[in-house]
Every structure is written in structure tokens, then in C-alpha cells.
């Protein structure tokens, strides 16, 4: 039989440097492609915002629909809210629908008027208006919404960051992630950033920062009476705002300072004060009013508090001068009054804030500042104010703050708020 003879074989091993030149090749062009998509997907991405008026048919104006901290006012927005939410997700845009917020709820001939803005996801160069008609006629179906009857000529407007600013800081209790509509920021760390508590006054007297306070309009703060015990002089004292004490963004003298009549030193009972401004003050991102809750609302034994100020770090130390911020946790008065504690000290008017094993507490130089709590839709309410507690941060001996509910018509009546 006919076998062809052996041959040997033609086949080279490629050269290592050759092999090593293409695989770096191969390497840097599939960077450069997933480089482009990555600049495509998020780079070539930005918000847009836009403003909508909803008119409300089937319900009627009422004051209480006029205060973020009413029920009625929290659950008519968050209904219309979801109704919003809703009707986009479930429609061609639900990827590039990212959040909207009531911003407001006012009186219209025929019912409520909310005004809403709305944030997309929308690519570098879109004008807008070709995303603007289909969010309008998509929200023509929240006419036929849930239970709220919608007046189905509902307008919409694309509005800058500026004109989105401008609205959130006419609300109440809003930080910088409602502001954006962004995902919620995680408070971490001790030093807060610019804007982080815009509502965080320094109250300093002879211009040195003395004591805490919280700004809840135009022209009011709040803060604690056992500030201006030896010191009640207007003229000695100004305001600061932003997270420096000597750096301040904007610093205003003060008119008037209003102690509680029945401010008894002995038992730090009714340890308020009202403060006025000597002009009012234009709201900004970074400077603007916190919400103030209603007399009937509820402080919740164990849920998540903020405390701020810049008061000193240690018992007996100096004050800082660059804000900072504590998680705290709210501690019932009857945990509060046990013999291992304050032993009945905490009295009608009073509310405990702390960690149990201690650690994270209001100290000297905190006193008149807030303690704030966020709400479900993200608005952040005065629950107390810096009083007194034994030293700082220890174990079972908690802060002890004023709080703001038992004070309500109070600051009502001097105020106006």
C-alpha cells in the first residue's frame, strides 16, 4: 500500500514580544470601547427638571393643607406623589423618570394646586422640548388616577437648577439631596459640609460664638433661654450662617430676644427663646428655614435624631469652629428618669436624645442648637433644642433637649411661625 512519507511541519511559534504586542493592543482597545460606552451612558447623561401645577378637583383647600407638617397636607402630597410616579413608570419614559416632589399646596378656583417638580434622566443636548411633550401628554392619564380628580389640561414647564433651587428653599426642612431630587445622602462622619443644616444659625456674642440656634423663617431662630441668661442685651449679639464660625457666609445683627416667662434656671424648665433679626434674610441653598412640627406630633421612643453645633468636642474643652453633626437616638422620659439616670429631673417640656452606652452628645457651646428629624417625604422637622445633661456623652446620661411640640403655640404667639 501506498504511504506518503513524513514530512515535518511548517508551524512557527509566534514571537513573546510579538504575543505580548498584541494582547496590550487587545487590552487598550477594549478600554478605549468600554471607556465610550461609559461616556455615552453616564457622561452624556444630565437631570432635567420640570415644573407642573396639578389642579386638585375633588379636594378643597384648607389652611392645613398650607404647612408641610400637617397630616393632611404630608398625605395629600405624597398621594399625589405616588399618582405621579406611578403614571411614569409605567410608560415609555419609566427610565428616564427619576423623582418628584410637591413642592407646594395652594389655593386654585375649583380646588388644590400643587406644584410639583419633576427630575429625567435626559442626553447632553436635548433642548427639551421634545421631552417636555411626551411628560405632558403622558400626564394627561393622571386625570383618570386613583381617587384625586385631575384637571386633565395640566401644563408643564422645563425649569433650570437655579429655578429648582429656588423653589425647594421656599419649602421648609429641605437638604441638598431633596434639593437635587438625588438618591438620599447617607450622614456619616462628624464634620458636615456647606448647606448639609441650613438652617444651623451661630448665635455669637461680642462676635464670638457663644450658642446654637435654628433658623424657622426669614426673620426668627430658636434657641435656648439659659443662652441669654446673663446676656440679654440685643446689641451684643449677631447671627452667623454656614458651617465656619470665622468664616461665615453671611453674618446679621439681632433686634430682639424673647426669653419664656416662666424660664426657671434651677430646673432648666421652659428653656426657650425667640431671636429676631434685624432685616430679613433671602433664602438660598445653603441658608434657609427648618420645618417645625405640629403640637399633636408624635416623637417616637427609639427612632434616628441629628444634633448640631459647634460646641467643644470633650467635656471642659474649647468649641470648634467647624460644624458637626451626631446621630442620636430619642430615649423615652420614663428610660430617662430612671434612678441610673436623671432620676426625675426630666420634667413636662423635656425630651432625651443620646446613645445608652454614650459616646455621641450635645456638649458646651451646642446649647440652643437643633435636634432634627427627617419625615417620609424627606423633610427634615425642629424636635428639640440643646438644654442640658451631665457633662458629655457618657454612658445613661443622655442630652437633654426642650421640646419643640410643648412649645408650639408659644412660638406661635411670639413669632408668628
Same mark, same amino acid.
Given at each position: 500500500?501506498? *504511504?506518503?512519507?513524513?514530512?515535518?511541519?511548517?508551524? *512557527? $511559534?509566534?514571537?513573546?514580544? &510579538?504575543?505580548? $504586542?498584541i494582547t496590550v493592543a487587545v487590552v487598550l482597545i477594549l478600554a478605549v470601547i468600554v471607556g465610550l460606552l461609559i461616556h455615552f451612558l453616564a457622561f452624556n447623561q444630565k437631570a432635567c427638571f420640570y415644573h407642573s401645577s396639578f389642579q386638585?378637583? =375633588?379636594? @378643597?383647600? =384648607?389652611?392645613?393643607?398650607?404647612?408641610?407638617?400637617?397630616?393632611?397636607?404630608? +398625605?395629600?402630597?405624597? /398621594?399625589? @406623589? +405616588?399618582?405621579? #410616579? /406611578?403614571?411614569?413608570? @409605567?410608560? =415609555?419614559?419609566?427610565n428616564q423618570f427619576m423623582r418628584a416632589h410637591v413642592v407646594k399646596l *395652594?389655593?386654585?378656583?375649583?380646588?388644590? &394646586?400643587a406644584d410639583v417638580v419633576m427630575k $429625567?434622566?435626559?442626553? *447632553?443636548? =436635548?433642548?427639551?422640548?421634545?421631552? /417636555?411633550?411626551?411628560?405632558? #401628554?403622558?400626564l394627561q392619564k393622571c386625570s383618570n388616577s386613583g381617587n384625586l380628580e385631575i384637571n386633565p389640561s395640566t401644563g408643564i414647564t422645563s425649569i433650570t437648577d437655579h429655578d429648582t433651587e429656588n423653589f425647594f428653599t421656599q419649602e421648609c426642612g429641605a437638604r441638598p439631596d431633596l434639593i437635587t431630587l438625588s438618591e438620599e445622602r447617607i450622614i456619616g462622619g462628624t464634620l458636615? @459640609?456647606?448647606g448639609d443644616w441650613p438652617w444651623q444659625v451661630s448665635l455669637q456674642l461680642n462676635n464670638v460664638h457663644h450658642c446654637g440656634g435654628t433658623l424657622i423663617s426669614n426673620t426668627w431662630i430658636l434657641s435656648a433661654a439659659h443662652c441669654f441668661r446673663s446676656y440679654s442685651n440685643p446689641q451684643q449679639w449677631t447671627a452667623t450662617f454656614g458651617i465656619s464660625t470665622t468664616s461665615p457666609i453671611l453674618k446679621v445683627r439681632v433686634r430682639t430676644i424673647l426669653l419664656h416667662n416662666n424660664y426657671k434656671t434651677a430646673t432648666h424648665e421652659n428653656d426657650i427663646a425667640a431671636v429676631q433679626l434685624e432685616r430679613a434674610i433671602t433664602f438660598t441653598r445653603n441658608i434657609h428655614s427648618v420645618c417645625l412640627p405640629e403640637a399633636t406630633h408624635n416623637i417616637i421612643p427609639g427612632s434616628t435624631a441629628y444634633v448640631t453645633g459647634w460646641g467643644s468636642i470633650t467635656y471642659g474643652g474649647s468649641t470648634v469652629t467647624d460644624l458637626r453633626q451626631g446621630q442620636v437616638t430619642i430615649i423615652s422620659s420614663n428610660v430617662c428618669n430612671a434612678s441610673t439616670n436623671y432620676n426625675g429631673a426630666v420634667l413636662s417640656g423635656m425630651l432625651c436624645a443620646g446613645i445608652p452606652a454614650g459616646g455621641v452628645d450635645a456638649c458646651q457651646g451646642d446649647s440652643g442648637g437643633p435636634l432634627v428629624q427627617e419625615d417620609s417625604r424627606r423633610l427634615w422637622f425642629l424636635v428639640g433644642i440643646v438644654s442640658w445633661g451631665y457633662q458629655c456623652g457618657l454612658p445613661d446620661k443622655p442630652g437633654v433637649y426642650t421640646q419643640v411640640t410643648a412649645y408650639r403655640d408659644w412660638i406661635k404667639e411670639q413669632t408668628g411661625v
Open positions: 500500500m501506498y *504511504r506518503p512519507a513524513w514530512a515535518p511541519s511548517n508551524s *512557527r $511559534f509566534l514571537n513573546p514580544y &510579538i504575543v505580548c $504586542f386638585i378637583l =375633588n379636594v @378643597e383647600y =384648607n389652611d392645613q393643607l398650607s404647612s408641610p407638617a400637617t397630616q393632611e397636607c404630608r +398625605s395629600l402630597s405624597e /398621594k399625589i @406623589e +405616588s399618582m405621579i #410616579a /406611578k403614571t411614569l413608570r @409605567e410608560s =415609555n419614559l419609566r *395652594r389655593n386654585g378656583s375649583g380646588g388644590v &394646586i $429625567f434622566r435626559c442626553t *447632553r443636548g =436635548n433642548n427639551g422640548g421634545s421631552m /417636555k411633550g411626551r411628560v405632558q #401628554a403622558i458636615a @459640609e456647606e
